[in-house]
């Protein structure tokens, strides 16, 4: 298999310290200073090396939504406010706007991390972030060619995070409002607005296509401080935060300058960092998971003060698999019987695997449903996931903090995007 777009390991030693043994992880390059170097060893400003696996592009950083065209032979990356066009036969990249001035920018209001083709392999969809937007572009012409607005019928300020297609509608969720809608895709007509939970961030659909899974990762849905207006916030907003998080005050709301502050609720409300299955053939929400290990829960004789942040779902025939970012794991939830079915430990090292910070964030699943791929943010690899034992059975080599990660229509491929790729590079110069 090859892969494209794409760590390194930490090197470790041994200190002995008052008759106790410890395992001191350092960086290898902490005494190096920050480089790109594409045919060798970068250094990224944190001390790691990368070097990535495979076949390389080098495109705008953060692309944080990645598509195919459905015959394999093109791709879209979206990055804040840019797009960039892929043509996978000959590994040649298209940056919209590109810095010669002479394609204009189509995103320039706004972008997030939704993007999906069409069937003619030409047209995507692209989420258009805080101005509420889907835009409709040509990837032969490089132009936008249409737009449809979520705002309207009593919502305002969406904002279009993940999205997809299905059949003759798009599915796409409104970070802001906490809904998924649904469009018809010849009509731009919204047919249906259905509640989901707080700020809804990834979207997947099962291969029958009869649910959709939302994942939510926001923790609180934040109320108005009473008397602040747009005109007199320099004076009527809060001198100091009103409670400390997950007390008996922020659930219930107190009193505080006067003023009754509204309280936010439990951080273990359904609501919150939770995954949501929709029917599609009734638009009704059936069932609401709570994946991951939860806010006042022990692990490793540490408690959870910050949720599992499930964040992508990928959807196989039996289960639906979801990344829990902050938990370093996957959830599984075998959606027919509504349950949840297990859980995945990316354990990758036994030096590490008491530790936090993998990130585990973009998914594809083998067709065959014996393979997970998991691109992990914060450890610069995608690991490779043997379903039927649960384990992860490698680790790729990627650029610095790998985002998505997606299989070609034959499966012959892999393609990843990075965050940051080969990393800064020096910022400065010696003096002369």
């Known amino acids: 298999m090859k892969y494209l777009f794409l760590l390194s390991l930490l090197s470790f030693f041994q200190l002995t310290f008052a008759q106790r043994t410890y395992t001191t992880l350092q960086v290898p390059g902490r005494a190096e200073f920050s480089k790109i170097d594409p045919a060798g060893k970068s250094v990224l400003p944190s001390g790691r090396y990368v070097t990535p696996a495979g076949k390389t592009i080098r495109i705008t950083n953060d692309p944080f939504g990645l598509a195919l065209s459905p015959n394999g032979q093109r791709a879209v990356s979206l990055h804040d406010g840019v797009l960039t066009v892929l043509n996978l036969s000959d590994l040649q990249s298209t940056r919209i706007p590109d810095y010669a001035g002479k394609i204009p920018a189509v995103l320039k209001d706004g972008s997030f991390l939704g993007v999906a083709f069409a069937p003619d392999n030409r047209t995507v969809y692209l989420s258009n972030g805080d101005k509420g937007r889907v835009l409709v572009f040509d990837t032969e012409q490089l132009r936008t060619t249409d737009s449809i607005n979520l705002n309207g019928n009593g919502y305002t300020d969406s904002f279009t995070s993940d999205l997809l297609l299905n059949g003759n509608e798009l599915l796409v969720l409104d970070r802001a409002n906490f809904r998924m809608v649904r469009i018809d895709v010849a009509t731009k007509r919204i047919t249906a607005s259905i509640p989901t939970g707080r700020q809804p961030f990834g979207l997947a659909i099962s291969p029958d296509k009869k649910l959709a899974f939302v994942a939510n990762v926001g923790l609180y849905a934040y109320p108005k401080v009473p008397g602040v207006t747009k005109t007199n916030k320099d004076t009527m907003a809060l001198k100091f935060p009103p409670y400390a998080a997950h007390t008996k005050e922020s659930a219930e709301g107190v009193e505080v300058e006067g003023r009754r502050i509204p309280g936010l609720g439990s951080p273990l409300a359904d609501e919150a960092m939770s995954v949501w299955t929709i029917d599609l ?59 949840l079915a297990g859980t995945i430990s990316l354990k990758v090292d036994p030096k590490l695997d008491h530790y936090r910070g993998l990130m585990p964030f973009g998914l594809s699943l083998s067709k065959d449903e014996k393979t997970l791929y998991v691109a992990l943010l914060a450890f610069n690899a995608v690991a490779v996931v043997d379903i039927a034992t649960r384990k992860v059975r490698g680790l790729i080599p990627t650029g610095w903090g790998p985002t998505r990660v997606v299989l070609s229509p034959d499966e012959k491929t892999l393609y990843i995007t990075s965050a940051r790729g080969y990393g800064a590079g020096p910022n400065g110069v010696l003096p002369s």
């Open 281 to 339: 053939t009734t638009s009704k929400v059936v069932k609401r998971f709570k994946t991951g290990v939860q806010i006042g829960e022990m692990i490793e004789e540490a408690e959870v003060v910050g949720g599992a942040s499930p964040n992508s779902v990928v959807v196989g025939s039996k289960y639906a698999y979801v990344s829990n970012a902050t938990n370093d794991n996957i959830s599984l939830i075998d959606y027919r019987n509504r349950k």
